[in-house]
């Protein structure tokens, strides 16, 4: 195998290992579109990192963060709903991003790259970050996995039962800040979130209790993840969407093999 | 009364949402042992209430004190599982804390439902959810239980049966019990004391006393056959009680 290869498939193992776990929270407490946002919002993360001569992925995260405050501080109005917030400051900060990259004329960045994914060019630098990110991760979600399950069950029941909601839900949000900040050079800002989504969706095909479904949400990542990079090897696909459509395939393959599982 | 027997008390509690008054000045005190239910129209504040004791909302005005190390189990009125999320009766239990396999089938087995153990939460019925969700309550071994609306979705049959393991949850553990309910007449042989609320306290004390309680039977309306005995109502109410039947069965609930 190519080294580029084999750079790229130890880089998108090391997103898929997260992302599946940390997918079936967003799949379970309906953050699909909250996810989106944030990884629209990373663009601009891009742009301020290179404008301020800061850490890109640095500045990716602060940028999440900074969104999801701004979001929670926006829910605190009651006319509008909270698609409705998300879809504005998706599209504005993604927009804005690309205004503030426009503006940089002395900088050649690969605008391609940040949307839709450059995993073939991944350096041992975003290895590193990778995996290292990666487990930190999965450690700190292994941490809150307990308290974060009973509050996406019933928040008031958990509090009274003593969780700190409004610690985990801010560990949750660094965690998905964290992680687009790791998997956009894998997919681009434009998919990330189909790797939260798509192996989880995926997994609840066959899974009967949570850890199970995170378990095989991985599984189906690093399905995802193998099959896309052959595919896009052996036809010169386009590496980031073919680990997608890898992805969306395993998942419609899952759907109709569900009647080994039970229905609920 | 002696302090350590005060489980819970609560004193002039106001609570607005929303610019609207939910609740005025209200005063309320729970003994240990003691079931007392909460009972008053839709809309008269009985689950913002609860939450003031809870902790989940903080009050405006006015103070609650629980008994120091108060261990407290808590119903929710209403919680469904999204299919999403693969979900056993088992884990659902564990989700408060680690407890013992041991210790979840004879929970299990008090309310009832021993055999859902490993049923998919979603494939049971609303009434077993309701035990289910008790057990989940009873694991935290509470000195009080805080039940809201414990019988929702559970046919009558269902709800007197409901209300007869409360009173044997009380018998066997010695908690105190904190129920809400919007209609007296299904709690009234279960419970102590009643407390009737609408927005303030209306009035409180034996079941039989309430029910006959000139303000009770303002806010709910009247029961025919029952002897009633005059009194001058010293307040108003602007939210009317639904009207009975015959029967005494309240209309529309459950």
């Known amino acids: 195998m190519d080294d580029f290869m084999l750079r790229a498939l130890i880089a998108g193992l090391g997103v898929a290992l997260v992302t599946g776990p940390l997918g079936a929270f967003v799949v379970w407490r309906r953050m699909a579109y909250f996810g989106d946002t944030l990884a629209h919002s990373a663009l601009l993360g891009v742009a301020l990192g290179f404008l301020l001569e800061v850490n890109v992925n640095l500045a990716i995260i602060l940028v999440c963060v900074a969104l999801a405050m701004l979001l929670v501080a926006l829910q605190h109005q009651r006319r509008l709903a909270s698609d409705t917030l998300l879809g504005i400051l998706s599209h504005g900060s993604l927009s804005l991003g690309l205004i503030v990259l426009a503006f940089m004329e002395t900088l050649r960045i690969d605008l391609m790259g940040y949307l839709f994914g450059d995993i073939l060019s991944v350096t041992l630098t975003d290895i590193c970050w990778i995996w290292v990110g990666g487990a930190v991760a999965l450690l700190v979600l292994a941490w809150i996995w307990r308290p974060l399950l009973a509050m996406t069950v019933h928040e008031e029941l958990a509090r009274v039962e003593g969780v700190p909601v409004a610690s985990v839900r801010l560990a949750f949000m660094l965690l998905i800040a964290l992680v687009i900040a790791m998997a956009m050079k894998v997919v681009g800002i434009l998919l990330i979130t189909s790797l939260l989504i798509i192996p989880a969706a995926t997994a609840r095909w066959f899974a009967n209790t949570p850890e199970q479904m995170a378990l095989l949400a991985a599984l189906a990542g690093c399905l995802a993840v193998g099959g896309g990079l052959f595919a896009s090897l052996q036809w010169d696909l386009p590496a980031g969407p073919a680990v997608v459509v890898a992805a969306a395939l395993l998942f419609f393959i899952g759907a109709g093999r569900r009647k080994s599982c039970p229905t609920s | ?254």
């Open chain 2, 1 to 254: 009364m002696t302090a350590d027997q005060i489980l819970a008390e609560a004193k002039g509690i106001c609570v607005s949402l929303q610019g609207r008054m939910v609740l005025d000045g209200v005063d309320l005190s729970l003994n240990a042992g003691e079931i007392l239910a909460l009972i008053g129209p839709n809309g008269a504040g009985k689950t913002t209430l609860v939450r003031v004791m809870l902790g989940l909302q903080r009050p405006d005005r006015g103070k609650v004190s629980l008994r120091p190390g108060l261990r407290i189990g808590y119903m929710p009125q209403r919680l469904v599982v999204d299919s999403i999320l693969p979900l056993t009766v088992r884990r659902f239990l564990t989700l408060g804390g680690r407890v013992s396999g041991q210790a979840l089938r004879r929970t299990l087995a008090e309310v009832g439902v021993e055999r859902l153990l490993d049923s998919p939460i979603q494939n049971i019925s609303g009434g077993e959810m309701q035990r289910v969700m008790l057990a989940r309550a009873l694991l935290r071994k509470p000195d009080l239980l805080i039940l809201d609306e414990p019988v929702q979705g559970v046919d009558i049959t269902g709800q007197a049966e409901l209300f007869a393991l409360i009173g044997s949850i009380r018998d066997r553990h010695g908690c105190g019990i904190l129920m809400v309910s919007h209609d007296l007449h299904l709690v009234m042989a279960t419970t102590d004391r009643v407390l009737c609320l609408n927005r303030h306290v209306c009035c409180s004390g034996h079941p039989e006393a309430v029910s006959s309680d000139p303000s009770y039977l303002e806010l709910f309306g009247a029961y025919p056959g029952m002897a009633l005995y005059t009194h001058n109502h010293d307040h108003r109410h602007d939210l009317h009680g639904r009207v009975t039947d015959a029967s005494g069965e309240t209309e529309g609930h459950g």
